[in-house]
């Protein structure tokens, strides 16, 4: 019997160390952060800019939206959507920043906040949307 617990936290954890991976191999330093119902994924610092970044990733194993809900955005963080794919399939990595989700929510999430009387029980960011920020990993360059 498949433990859904388990597996989540085993796709997240896998979302977040192949983030840090990309990025240990762009030349940046980063480091995943530990912890329960954190707000930090992960802290990524570029020694050529002196700047650091907040990172979130979200990770799904196949091709799905991303349950996410618009309040909990954070301008400020950049959200790394990954796509883990099957073993034989590399990775589909999506980076984009908190700001520009929020700067067209309704590109973003489609249906889920279109009726504000009513709003989705699973708000969900689209992974159609996404597409043009797929390995957009200059955004650390910013």
């Known amino acids: 019997m498949k433990n859904y617990s388990q597996d989540q936290q085993l796709t997240g954890m ?3 160390f192949l983030t840090v991976g990309k990025l240990f191999k762009r030349g940046y330093q980063a480091s995943v952060t530990f912890g329960n119902a954190k707000a930090i994924d992960v802290l990524v610092y570029n020694p050529k ?11 799904l194993r196949h091709k799905n939206c991303f349950l996410l809900k618009k309040d909990n955005l954070k ?8 796509f883990l794919n099957d073993f ?3 990775e ?4 984009i920043s908190g700001q520009e989700i929020m700067q067209d929510i ?3 999430f489609g249906s889920s906040y279109r009726n504000p009387n ?4 699973m708000p969900a960011i689209n992974y159609g949307p996404l597409a043009p920020f797929k390995d957009n990993w200059q955004i650390f360059e910013n």
Not at 49 to 59: G, L
Not at 75 to 82: C, G, T
Not at 118 to 121: I, R, T
């Open 106 to 108: 309704d590109k973003f």
């Open 14 to 16: 896998a979302g977040e």
């Open 49 to 59: 800019n002196d700047k650091s970044y907040i990172v979130q990733v979200k990770t």
């Open 75 to 82: 301008p400020d963080h950049i959200y790394v959507f990954i």
């Open 118 to 121: 009513k709003p989705s029980n």
């Open 92 to 95: 589909e990595f999506f980076i």
């Open 88 to 90: 034989e399939q590399s």
